[in-house]
């Protein structure tokens, strides 16, 4: 795995975040996550899938067989109305987080 | 996700474990082309874009567990690896599964066929009554009328729900067919309505067709005749049947489940006790003459803890202040008495109610030995295995996985045990059924209930958890490391003195059982050799029962001549003869005699009497010791007055006199009857091989040759051929008369004796595979000793020890159990002795010469079964054994 590992948890944070834009396959949704990180995060690409399970079988995103522009079938997921909500906490649970990652790291300058 | 789609995803995963897995399967190669696609859109060749779009991707195998994990199947893909793991290894050693499936099927499969019996017998309420519990029934040796029944149902408001009734054989039929042998049920009272029966067809007695005073010719059929006799027709209530030669109209049809209240004789058809002297062919006999106590037994409902005590003193007291009957007997001094639980067979039935909880007993003993025996094995085989669980524990496995997979061997084994166990109880079941029940036909037709079933498959998770889990939790009890260093040595040092105890005791029961056994054989043995004194071989009974029928000693009588005339004539018939009642057969008469002229109340000689045609000694093979047997004349004619002794009758009356020409007396209803001793005949047994042989009267005429005829047929012939014969014949003469099918005398003679020779047969079996388990069990036991021990025998033999001394050090310690054993088993033995002494003949309960047979057997088995692996530790070569720590 190239890049830094994602941390666990955040890997369902960062696939919400990259499917609320639009549903994606689950290759789509590695590839835009390495680009909206500028490759900073690079997810093992086969790590990606056990999240996408776990977080249909919670209900956050649906998956379904579809065509894509290169006339492929492939699986695209989409955020559910219960995802949605899910991402909005996820988000703001991460911010808390970050902020207070953030603060211990500048305590001592 | 609800637990109803959760259960469905499992439930598809597991039929259709491919549906999932394809799906992931696709979804990663569409990935996995996706991603070389875009490497070679950047311009990497082929090969290296595939290449490096599975090094992107990570392991596919590890993704598709993670995934699995996260749809929450991976405890079923465990299972169902565990079950393959499992069978596998099973499968790989036959003798270890084979012998486990074995002992499992035995101890479950008897344990069960026992249940469903005892379960039938015992525990289970009469079918198709409503409330059984509430129901008590009475007995008095006397019987009791219908008079007296209506006068005592009126004394108490306790026994107001008080109804009676009584067995009575029928024979129902038409005029132009051969009638068929039933089982009636003559009630009084509110039958129906006191047991809570409701009729699917028509309706019950009315209160006036229950009179005793009445002619309602009407009758109540069950359901299982209305199938089998009416076919099901729908238009059954209305039509006429002849029973007994008298026309009865059907009223009703009763609920399917209700056979009467006797488990042991299911009724066919419930009749009012007015039809008593119709079913009697007696118009002067009537259920109203108090003197007539055709009623056998009575049943209160009653209600509350007491009721039943209640409803005997009520009973007690008004039954005792009955008038008595002139000449007849009262009730003070024959009490009515509970007669068990309803349906219960008590009356006549103890000693197969008794060979039941023998059974249970016996079959206790096999489910012992073979859970020891069990458990033994699979320690054994959990500690050959220590090394496996041991690398799997060390690579990563879970204790719980490693558990798991210890717990579905476990089951697996059970499973498949239960399985055989329950075909196994279906043919134990028909062993069991000729012990128990021999002569009660319903015995056979016992079903395996939904509860019979419960019961195996409890027994079958119970012990296969048990087992699994005892060497299981044994396995987990180190971690990996300490595993892998001490695989091959010690270690389970665990509760080896309960091992020993438990083989020790698996040795006790077969021991006890083995000795049981060889009694039984010998009793057997010497109840064959009881001399009869007539020759079985070669002879054929039938009974024709003609009293249903109407039949007067005038009309039968011809028939009995011409039936045996036309039969001594056949080819491959050597004689042909009837009588009143043979050796070993269902019932006799019997006579009281004295010289004639003594005086008093002393008659010293009671006798059955056998009212026989002039062949009847020819046909049966009895010798002729002195005078002469019948003339035809004489058969001819009732009013003969000659009688042929049997030695010893002849023996208490004369002492060493000649008796021929003596004349004699016969007790009669208030009087005697003369006769005159013709001839001595030697002693027959009547209707045992035990104790005296019952002497016997021989006459050409006595009261119970009216109520039908038995005819015996000496041939070459086959049976089969000699009954076609028969019933050919008697169906010219009267097509409406039953012949019951023949038995051949041999069959009657070894019935007699048929729970002795199947008990005998059934411990045997069980002694021998108790012993062969124990066997197997005290195998193991020791195996894993030496296996422990391999070390310690590998350092004995490098210093020098011969392989004398290691062989005698394996021994001695397989004869402390051995030793330890055989004293319980004979111990056991001693204890029990009384419980088999009723079937035993000839031989003592302690017989010491079985007792040391026994043991000695025991010994030698046990001592083949510890010198395998007493040669496998001689074989142990001491350099590897060192070198394997």
Same mark, same amino acid.
């Given at each position: 795995m190239a890049g830094s590992d994602v941390l666990q948890g955040t890997l369902d944070l960062l696939v919400l975040k990259s499917l609320s834009l639009e549903p994606m396959h689950g290759w789509g949704i590695s590839q835009r996550i390495r680009q909206l990180s500028a490759d900073a995060l690079q997810?093992?690409?086969?790590?990606?899938?056990?999240?996408?399970?776990?977080?249909?079988?919670?209900?956050?995103?649906?998956?379904?067989?579809?065509?894509?522009?290169?006339?492929?079938?492939?699986?695209?997921?989409?955020?559910?109305?219960?995802g949605t909500r899910a991402l909005g906490?996820?988000?703001d649970d991460w911010r808390r987080f970050a902020t207070a990652v953030e603060l211990i790291i500048n305590a001592y300058g | 996700m609800s637990l109803g789609s959760r259960t469905a995803m499992w439930f598809r995963a597991l039929v259709r474990p491919s549906d999932g897995e394809r799906e992931m399967q696709r979804e990663f190669a569409v990935h996995l082309a996706m991603e070389q696609q875009r490497l070679e859109d950047a311009g990497m060749p082929a090969d290296e874009a595939r290449r490096q779009a599975r090094i992107a991707f990570g392991g596919v195998e590890r993704h598709k567990e993670s995934v699995r994990d996260e749809r929450g199947l991976r405890f079923l893909d465990d299972t169902s690896m565990d079950v393959r793991v499992a069978i596998r290894s099973l499968r790989r050693r036959p003798a270890f599964s084979g012998g486990v499936i074995a002992t499992l099927a035995i101890g479950i499969g008897a344990t069960t066929a026992v249940f469903s019996w005892a379960n039938w017998l015992l525990l289970r309420p009469v079918p198709g009554i409503t409330a059984p519990a509430d129901l008590v029934p009475f007995v008095s040796d006397l019987g009791v009328s219908f008079p007296d029944f209506v006068t005592v149902q009126r004394s108490a408001p306790i026994l107001r729900n008080m109804i009676a009734h009584a067995d009575w054989p029928i024979q129902i039929g038409r005029a132009d067919a051969p009638a068929r042998s039933l089982s009636g049920d003559v009630v009084a009272g509110n039958y129906f309505g006191v047991l809570g029966v409701t009729p699917t067809r028509g309706r019950f007695f009315a209160p006036t067709e229950t009179q005793s005073d009445v002619?309602?010719?009407?009758?109540?059929?069950?359901?299982?005749?209305?199938?089998?006799?009416?076919?099901?027709?729908?238009?059954?209530?209305?039509?006429?049947?002849?029973?007994?030669?008298?026309?009865?109209?059907?009223?009703?049809?009763?609920?399917?489940?209700?056979?009467?209240?006797?488990?042991?004789?299911?009724?066919?058809?419930?009749?009012?006790?007015?039809?008593?002297?119709?079913?009697?062919?007696?118009?002067?006999?009537?259920?109203?003459?108090?003197?007539?106590?055709?009623?056998?037994?009575?049943?209160?409902?009653?209600?509350?803890?007491?009721?039943?005590?209640?409803?005997?003193?009520?009973?007690?007291?008004?039954?005792?202040?009955?008038?008595?009957?002139?000449?007849?007997?009262?009730?003070?001094?024959?009490?009515?008495?509970?007669?068990?639980?309803?349906?219960?067979?008590?009356?006549?039935?103890d000693r197969k109610v008794e060979n039941v909880r023998l059974m249970f007993g016996i079959v206790g003993l096999v489910l012992l030995i073979a859970c020891g025996n069990t458990a033994n094995l699979l320690l054994l085989r959990s500690v050959r295995r220590r090394g496996e669980f041991a690398v799997r524990r060390a690579l990563g496995a879970s204790a719980g996985r490693v558990l798991q997979q210890h717990l579905v061997e476990g089951v697996l084994l059970a499973a498949l045990g239960g399985c055989a166990g329950i075909g196994l109880?279906?043919?134990?079941?028909?062993?069991?059924?000729?012990?128990?029940?021999?002569?009660?036909?319903?015995?056979?037709?016992?079903?395996?209930?939904?509860?019979?079933?419960?019961?195996?498959?409890?027994?079958?998770?119970?012990?296969?958890?048990?087992?699994?889990?005892?060497?299981?939790?044994?396995?987990?009890?180190?971690?990996? @490391?300490?595993? =892998? $260093? &001490?695989? !091959?040595?010690? +270690?389970?040092?665990?509760?080896?003195? *309960?091992?020993?105890?438990?083989?020790?005791?698996?040795?006790?029961?077969?021991?006890?059982?083995?000795?049981?056994?060889?009694?039984?054989?010998?009793?057997?043995?010497?109840?064959?050799?009881?001399?009869?004194?007539?020759?079985?071989?070669?002879?054929?009974?039938?009974?024709?029962?003609?009293?249903?029928q109407g039949y007067s000693a005038a009309r039968l009588h011809p028939l009995r001549v011409e039936a045996i005339g036309w039969m001594a004539h056949q080819r491959g018939i050597v004689a042909a003869a009837s009588a009143s009642a043979i050796p070993f057969g269902n019932s006799y008469e @019997?006579?009281? =005699? $004295? &010289?004639? !002229?003594?005086? +008093?109340?002393?008659?010293?000689?009671? *006798?059955?009497?056998?009212?026989?045609?002039?062949?009847?000694?020819?046909?049966?093979?009895?010798?002729?010791?002195?005078?002469?047997?019948?003339?035809?004349?004489?058969?001819?004619?009732?009013t003969s007055d000659a009688v042929v002794l049997s030695q010893s009758a002849a023996r208490t009356l004369f002492g060493p006199a000649n008796p021929i020409g003596a004349r004699i007396e016969r007790r009669i209803y208030r009087g005697t009857v003369p006769l005159t001793v013709v001839g001595v005949v030697s002693d027959t047994r009547a209707t045992s091989l035990r104790g005296g042989a019952k002497v016997t009267a021989y006459?050409?005429?006595?009261?119970?040759?009216?109520?039908?005829?038995?005819?015996?047929?000496?041939?070459?012939?086959?049976?089969?051929?000699?009954?076609?014969?028969?019933?050919?014949?008697?169906?010219?003469?009267?097509?409406?008369?039953?012949?019951?099918?023949?038995?051949?005398?041999?069959?009657?003679?070894?019935?007699?004796?048929?729970?002795?020779?199947?008990?005998?047969?059934?411990?045997?079996?069980?002694?021998?595979?108790?012993?062969?388990?124990?066997?197997?069990?005290?195998?193991?036991?020791?195996?894993?000793?030496?296996?422990?021990?391999?070390?310690?025998?590998?350092?004995?033999?490098?210093?020098?020890?011969?392989e004398t001394r290691i062989v005698a050090m394996i021994l001695r310690q397989?004869?402390?159990?051995?030793?330890?054993?055989?004293?319980?088993?004979?111990?056991?033995?001693?204890?029990?002795?009384?419980?088999?002494?009723?079937?035993?003949?000839?031989?003592?309960?302690?017989?010491?010469?079985?007792?040391?047979?026994?043991?000695?057997?025991?010994?030698?088995?046990?001592?083949?079964?510890?010198?395998?692996?007493?040669?496998?530790?001689?074989?142990?070569?001491?350099?590897?054994?060192?070198?394997?720590?």
């Open positions: 997810i093992g690409q086969g790590s990606l899938y056990p999240a996408l399970y776990r977080l249909e079988k919670k209900g956050l995103i649906k998956g379904g067989w579809r065509t894509t522009e290169h006339n492929r079938e492939a699986k695209y997921y989409a955020l559910t109305a219960a906490a996820e988000v | 002619d309602a010719r009407v009758v109540i059929i069950s359901d299982a005749l209305w199938r089998s006799h009416f076919g099901a027709t729908a238009d059954i209530v209305g039509r006429r049947v002849v029973i007994n030669a008298a026309t009865f109209t059907v009223i009703g049809v009763a609920s399917p489940a209700f056979r009467g209240t006797d488990r042991i004789r299911p009724v066919d058809v419930w009749l009012p006790v007015s039809a008593y002297a119709v079913l009697r062919h007696s118009p002067g006999l009537s259920a109203a003459d108090p003197k007539v106590r055709l009623l056998d037994e009575i049943i209160v409902r009653v209600g509350g803890r007491d009721g039943a005590a209640a409803a005997l003193a009520a009973l007690r007291r008004a039954m005792g202040a009955l008038p008595i009957p002139e000449g007849g007997e009262g009730y003070v001094e024959n009490p009515p008495t509970i007669n068990g639980v309803l349906g219960t067979p008590t009356r006549g039935y109880s279906v043919l134990l079941g028909h062993l069991f059924a000729g012990i128990t029940g021999y002569g009660l036909p319903q015995f056979d037709r016992i079903p395996l209930d939904w509860r019979v079933i419960g019961f195996a498959a409890t027994l079958t998770l119970t012990t296969g958890l048990m087992y699994s889990l005892a060497p299981g939790l044994m396995a987990l009890r180190r971690d990996g @490391l300490t595993h =892998l $260093r &001490t695989a !091959g040595r010690g +270690g389970y040092r665990a509760a080896p003195r *309960v091992r020993s105890a438990l083989t020790a005791l698996q040795v006790g029961a077969s021991v006890t059982l083995v000795i049981g056994a060889v009694l039984l054989a010998r009793s057997v043995g010497r109840l064959h050799r009881v001399p009869l004194g007539f020759d079985a071989a070669g002879v054929t009974t039938f009974n024709i029962y003609t009293d249903p @019997l006579v009281d =005699l $004295r &010289t004639l !002229g003594s005086t +008093g109340k002393n008659w010293p000689v009671t *006798v059955i009497a056998n009212g026989v045609s002039p062949d009847y000694f020819k046909a049966m093979g009895i010798a002729v010791l002195a005078g002469r047997t019948f003339a035809a004349a004489e058969f001819d004619d009732s006459m050409p005429w006595t009261e119970s040759n009216k109520f039908g005829t038995t005819l015996v047929v000496r041939s070459s012939l086959a049976p089969a051929q000699v009954q076609r014969l028969v019933s050919e014949e008697l169906g010219q003469f009267d097509p409406s008369l039953p012949v019951s099918p023949m038995e051949s005398l041999t069959q009657s003679v070894n019935r007699s004796i048929a729970p002795e020779r199947l008990f005998g047969r059934l411990l045997g079996v069980l002694a021998v595979i108790a012993g062969l388990l124990s066997a197997v069990g005290l195998y193991s036991v020791v195996a894993y000793s030496v296996m422990e021990r391999t070390r310690e025998i590998g350092v004995r033999v490098a210093l020098g020890a011969r397989g004869a402390h159990m051995a030793v330890a054993g055989v004293l319980v088993g004979v111990a056991g033995a001693y204890a029990l002795s009384h419980v088999l002494s009723g079937m035993l003949f000839g031989v003592a309960p302690t017989d010491p010469s079985t007792y040391v047979t026994a043991a000695i057997v025991a010994l030698a088995v046990c001592a083949g079964a510890c010198a395998i692996p007493a040669r496998a530790a001689t074989k142990i070569n001491p350099v590897e054994a060192l070198r394997s720590e």
